[in-house]
């Protein structure tokens, strides 16, 4: 089971190697909670030598790397996986893939430490990827602090998209991780408050040390090799409106995989004080320079008459 987990998960392109082990976690293992206290990162299991008597030499390293590839539940899975997809793969354009892999592991493994150092006597098993995802959180903000990060707002039943600055809400972020931290006293309903802290400031540190490293010449071959075959499926296009003319006009980026095969983009579209969200559809086969026609999304004509919204397509 061990050496599924770790390579498995080596291929941290592939969001779904995560949901495999989920998936083998919770219908193969017949003692979940055993499993999560072997597996899963046990501060007491360090600290008091009682309990690190039961455990080999190896089983205590490992469990400090297989902690960030369970789970405690679908929901933990789908956030750690939604705030990955939203910065993984920035950092990892940025380092290429086989640093970012050395990169994420080191930041889980920090994490975990910073975690058991603030609850060192804890007997309580603490597992997920939101440690290594904090470190890749506080690489996204030295790399980008000025990029928009599209957040969801609920008002009541109505859901509000608004862009902020990526500073600001990373920012806030680790400020509420740190008084979470402070005030629980490290832990509270099984979250690793210090293991997030953790991760995005050694994330930071290791950035700043990858980035001073020369590239080799296997991170230059695996790059072609990995290349991105789709853009984010969601979306910001701002469009513009000459004059009195009643059609707006944006642009859509694809890449030349989903110009060859077809895609479907949500797309958010802000104009005035209004802002829509739209399903996209990218026929196969498009060229760069092709127009996609959205009916009924342009300007308000002044005898009540919809325009249309036009999206250039571009070829990243």
Request: aromatic content about 14%; glycine content about 10%; proline content about 5%.
């Amino acid at each position: 089971m061990p050496v599924v987990i770790f390579f498995t998960c080596l291929d941290l392109e592939q969001k779904s190697s995560y949901v495999v082990i989920y998936l083998v976690q919770v219908t193969l293992v017949p003692d979940i909670n055993r499993f999560v206290y072997i597996y899963g990162l046990v501060p007491a299991r360090y600290s008091i030598p009682q309990i690190t008597s039961y455990f080999t030499t190896g089983q205590q390293f490992f469990s400090l790397l297989s902690f960030m590839f369970l789970h405690g539940g679908f929901w933990h899975l789908l956030g750690n996986m939604w705030f990955l997809y939203i910065f993984g793969d920035n950092v990892e354009d940025r380092l290429g893939p086989l640093r970012y892999i050395v990169f994420y592991l080191l930041c889980g493994i920090t994490s975990g430490l910073s975690h058991l150092i603030f609850n060192l006597n804890s007997n309580m098993p603490t597992i997920g990827a939101s440690g290594a995802i904090a470190g890749v959180m506080g690489a996204y903000l030295i790399l980008h602090p000025n990029a928009k990060i599209l957040t969801l707002i609920p008002i009541i039943f109505i859901p509000w998209f608004v862009e902020i600055p990526a500073f600001f809400f990373l920012g806030l972020w680790f400020v509420l991780q740190f008084i979470s931290a402070t005030g629980s006293h490290g832990s509270i309903g099984g979250i690793a408050w210090w293991a997030h802290i953790g991760g995005f400031i050694f994330g930071i540190i290791y950035l700043k040390i990858f980035l001073a490293l020369p590239e080799t010449g296997v991170t230059h071959k695996l790059r072609r090799v990995t290349a991105k075959k789709k853009t984010h499926r969601l979306q910001v296009i701002r469009p513009v409106g000459p004059g009195k003319d009643p059609h707006l006009y944006g642009t859509i980026t694809i890449t030349s995989f989903e110009a060859l095969t077809g895609t479907i983009k949500l797309v958010n579209i802000p104009w005035g004080f209004q802002k829509r969200l739209v399903r996209v559809t990218v026929p196969a086969g498009v060229q760069a320079g092709s127009k996609l026609k959205l009916k009924s999304l342009g300007k308000t004509t002044p005898d009540g008459q919809r325009g249309d919204l036009y999206l250039k397509v571009t070829i990243a």
